[in-house]
């Protein structure tokens, strides 16, 4: 266990490279070493995209979840088709509470009001080059409401919702068509804790 602190970094300069809809930073810092001396100075170029929630949408009732669906252009590189298979998600905007930032994505997304919420974990996402944290939720839904294309015409979103029983969602985990680690996460949590979820809900 580190005993390290942030008291530990010392940051020289930083520089603004980008500042758009996301933010990148250029940082020269030094650190201290495990041997008890300092670094040289050094960079690193940091993203800085913000916060974000994401919320697994399950329907107990019917042994149910609810993804979405939708194009992401960096996937073009590895991934068979960019169009993945995720869980509701989005950025915490100054001022707005965890939770409440899962309830306004789940109607924007989904089209899908929250009946309860669930806290999962919370973890950094690529800490070796941006400082987003992800908070992850599960939240219980009626998943029989769930149908169509939704999303912000604003933000170019084109989100298809899925309704996608256990079994199936299971099958997506093991074989791989369901590759990006949020959901992913938040799936293999949900099948580890699957009781204890329940009987909390319940």
Same mark, same amino acid.
């Given at each position: 266990?580190? +005993?390290?602190?942030?008291? #530990?970094?010392?940051?020289?300069?930083?520089?603004? &490279?980008?500042?758009?809809?996301?933010?990148?930073?250029?940082? %020269?810092?030094?650190?201290?070493?495990?041997?008890?001396?300092?670094?040289?100075?050094?960079?690193?170029?940091?993203?800085?995209?913000?916060?974000?929630?994401?919320?697994?949408? %399950?329907? +107990?009732?019917?042994?149910?979840?609810?993804? @979405? *669906?939708?194009?992401?252009?960096?996937?073009?590189?590895? +991934?068979? +088709?960019?169009?993945?298979?995720?869980?509701?998600?989005? @950025?915490?905007?100054?001022?707005?509470?965890?939770?409440?930032?899962?309830?306004?994505?789940?109607?924007?997304?989904?089209?899908?009001? @929250?009946?309860?919420?669930?806290?999962?974990?919370?973890?950094?996402?690529?800490?070796?080059?941006?400082? *987003?944290?992800? %908070?992850?939720?599960?939240?219980?839904?009626?998943?029989? &409401?769930?149908?169509?294309?939704?999303?912000?015409?604003? *933000?170019?979103?084109?989100?298809?919702?899925?309704?996608?029983?256990?079994?199936?969602?299971?099958?997506?985990?093991?074989?791989?068509?369901?590759?990006?680690?949020?959901?992913? @996460? &938040?799936?293999?949590?949900?099948?580890?804790?699957?009781?204890? &979820?329940?009987? #909390?809900?319940?």
């Amino acid at each position: 266990m580190t +005993s390290f602190t942030q008291a #530990d970094v010392e940051v020289v300069k930083k520089e603004s &490279l980008h500042d758009g809809y996301f933010q990148t930073n250029k940082y %020269y810092l030094r650190h201290r070493k495990y041997d008890g001396s300092w670094t040289e100075v050094f960079t690193r170029e940091v993203f800085e995209r913000g916060h974000a929630v994401a919320v697994l949408l %399950y329907d +107990s009732d019917n042994e149910e979840f609810v993804l @979405i *669906e939708q194009f992401r252009f960096p996937a073009m590189e590895t +991934s068979t +088709s960019p169009w993945l298979i995720e869980v509701v998600a989005g @950025i915490i905007e100054e001022g707005e509470s965890h939770e409440s930032v899962c309830h306004r994505e789940a109607e924007e997304e989904a089209g899908l009001r @929250i009946q309860k919420l669930t806290k999962v974990c919370d973890f950094l996402m690529s800490p070796g080059g941006t400082t *987003e944290r992800l %908070y992850a939720y599960i939240g219980k839904v009626d998943s029989s &409401l769930a149908d169509g294309i939704h999303g912000l015409d604003e *933000e170019t979103e084109d989100i298809k919702v899925l309704r996608v029983p256990e079994v199936q969602a299971r099958e997506w985990l093991d074989s791989g068509k369901i590759d990006n680690s949020t959901a992913i @996460i &938040l799936l293999q949590w949900f099948f580890l804790n699957k009781a204890a &979820l329940l009987s #909390d809900w319940q």
